[in-house]
């Protein structure tokens, strides 16, 4: 729909809310997407407030997953980068990479392990 519409189909309602669901993962707050919201789509600020809740709805959703399969995510992301620092030379980056990894396993204080 275009800006200032009265209505929106279900895709452009859906496609608002992945927007705002990035832009909350990205740190914007939900005063600037209001303001974004307004000025991009028209949109009334109780409007962009059912669009937020759907979006932190998602996004709670997205991040349900089972602490063991996050771990091994997390530790594979790792791993990852320990591999792309080697290869780069980059040994500061390695070593901070090799230091989460200890701290998740619980081969370093301060971590719990799985």
Known sequence: MAKGSPCSNKAEIEMRVDRISRMLVSGVLACDIKRFAK????????????YIKRAREAIKESLDIDRRDYFADHLATLHNVLQKSLKAQ?????????????????????GGGR
Do not use: F
Not at 43 to 49: A, E, I, R
Not at 102 to 110: D, R
């Open 39 to 50: 000025q991009e789509w028209g949109t009334s600020p109780k409007q962009v407030d059912i």
């Open 90 to 110: 980059q040994y500061n980056n390695a070593l901070g990479a090799l230091k989460q990894i200890s701290i998740l396993t619980g081969l370093e204080p301060g």
